[in-house]
DNA sequence: TTCATATATTCAAATAATCAAATAATCGAA
DNA sequence: TTCGATTATTTGATTATTTGAATATATGAA
């Protein structure tokens, strides 16, 4: 059986996992791998909700992914641990061979010459 | 504005990551590091409902994580890509920063000697 | 001040995920 | 066959998540 120190490693990472498990959140990461932006500037870039967006914004700044500067009246994101991105990625490679694996839609998303993440 | 190509991909990884945002999933997949094993095996080690087990294995199994032989009356799980693990780990790196930099409650769960995954 | 802009929060409705009990399906043994 | 063991599926209840509209808050400019 499971003891409870484990399970509750489980629990924390699953809030870690889940954290990523949202379109628009991975969205938001994305959209700061290069460079800080505004809340107005993401929400141009994403085609979001002001709200919707702030809520999940507040989502990844809960969970360590992001944090805010202020600047007058707007607030600028950045994403904390560059190294997210590498994680990303790595899990993209993975999902990738599981949709091929499955014969999947892949093509179709990947494209050709866009630079798709 | 993002494209619909683009999101379309966010919204696979986002099931994707969502597969490995629950608690006994992820207690699963570490179950099966090493070896197959059965559903009454994993029972036993995680301490789970029937039920809930054999729907959370179907989960999993349908994101393509897992894959299923059987034999006689029992079946047997094993992981697709063992790839996986070396995400997961990753994974455990980077939240374990989060916790650190939220001064958290990491030390409790790491212990002392425990190989905790 | 007051106003406009940017962002956050609250709220209610809709949807999705989880859980466990009950039932069904499968298989090997007697 | 029938029985027992193993796993899957269905069901209903519960809880969690997501959404956008409405409202609140903060800030700088006039």
Redesign the interface.
């Known amino acids: 059986?499971?003891d409870e120190?484990?399970?509750?490693?489980?629990?924390?990472?699953?809030?870690?996992?889940?954290?990523?498990?949202?379109?628009?959140?991975?969205?938001i990461l994305?959209s700061l791998r290069e460079d800080e932006k505004s809340v107005s500037a993401l929400q141009?870039?994403?085609?979001a909700e002001q709200s919707t967006l702030s809520q999940q914004l507040g989502v990844l700044r809960q969970?360590?992914?992001i944090e805010a500067r202020k600047e007058g009246t707007a607030v600028y994101y950045r994403t904390?641990?560059p190294?997210?991105y590498?994680?990303?990625d790595?899990?993209?490679a993975?999902?990738e061979?599981?949709?091929e694996?499955?014969g999947a839609l892949l093509g179709?998303?990947r494209?050709e010459g866009?630079a798709?993440?």
């Open positions: 059986m499971m120190m484990e399970s509750a490693l489980h629990r924390f990472k699953a809030e870690f996992f889940k954290a990523l498990g949202h379109p628009l959140r991975l969205a994305d141009e870039a994403l085609g969970r360590g992914f904390v641990d190294d997210v590498a994680f990303l790595l899990g993209r993975i999902f061979r599981q949709l694996q499955s179709r998303i494209g866009e798709v993440r």
